[in-house]
């Protein structure tokens, strides 16, 4: 009988380590008891740092697309109540939607994420990805006429302000809106499905387009503190 039970704890223990070594999680096995005791008693591994994925990444470029959507608000929500059009101010956050949000934000996640998440997700993810790419087309016609409305060297008229005004809460609440769509479905499904080799040219990509990344940070940091603090 002991003979028995040893064996059937050895082909426990084999087949627990061949289902580990496939990365899925071994069902219905139980240890041996002797084997509980030392896991309860071994002492625990200390905490290590979570390194950063790339979903981090594009986190962190949502909060700062965010932040100078807020600023760009504010200089909006001025000019309507009468205040005279911040043009050096209002320039450098449109051009920051223009380089930035368009030039390298959406083609990180449209040259390189989505892609990915289409081919290893499922039906559900790729409905969202192409929800994604209609939005960014919206976008960025709204950026565009945002750019177009702006006269740098001349103030708005009542017509214009307004028009100005209501095109960045436009622009604002598609953005949010993608970035809702992202954060809770397809950043958290990239990470559960797309495999870490098929992301090993996303790093060098990602910092090929942030070249001006650190400038990006500094000037929306500096615009958002001017009028929202």
């Not at 959406?106 to 039906?123: I, N, Q, T, Y």
């Not at 740098?152 to 009542?158: F, K, N, R």
């Amino acid at each position: 009988m002991f003979g028995e039970r040893k064996a059937n704890s050895l082909e426990l223990s084999r087949a627990a380590g061949l289902l580990a070594m496939r990365g899925r999680a071994p069902r219905n096995l139980q240890c041996h008891p002797r084997l509980d005791l030392l896991l309860m008693h071994r002492p625990a591994a200390p905490l290590r740092p979570r390194m950063p994925r790339h979903t981090d990444h594009l986190r962190a470029d949502h909060a700062l697309v965010r932040r100078a959507l807020a600023a760009l608000a504010a200089i909006g929500q001025y000019s309507v109540v009468g205040g005279n059009l911040p043009a050096e101010d209002t320039a450098e956050l449109l051009q920051f939607l223009r380089e930035f949000l368009l030039t390298v934000h959406f083609r990180k996640e449209s040259d390189h994420v989505w892609p990915a998440l289409v081919m290893r997700g499922d039906d559900f993810c790729a409905g969202k990805v192409g929800d994604l790419l209609r939005l960014q087309t919206e976008v960025t016609d709204l950026v565009h006429a945002l750019m177009l409305l702006w006269e740098p060297l001349g103030d708005l008229s009542a017509a214009e302000r307004e028009a100005f005004h209501g095109t960045i809460e436009e622009l604002t609440s598609r953005v949010l809106h993608m970035q809702e769509i992202e954060e809770r479905w397809l950043l958290p499904a990239t990470d559960a499905a797309v495999p870490h080799d098929d992301q090993i040219d996303w790093s060098a990509a990602f910092q090929s387009l942030d070249q001006r990344h650190d400038d990006w940070v500094a000037s929306v940091e500096r615009l958002s503190s001017r009028w929202l603090d």
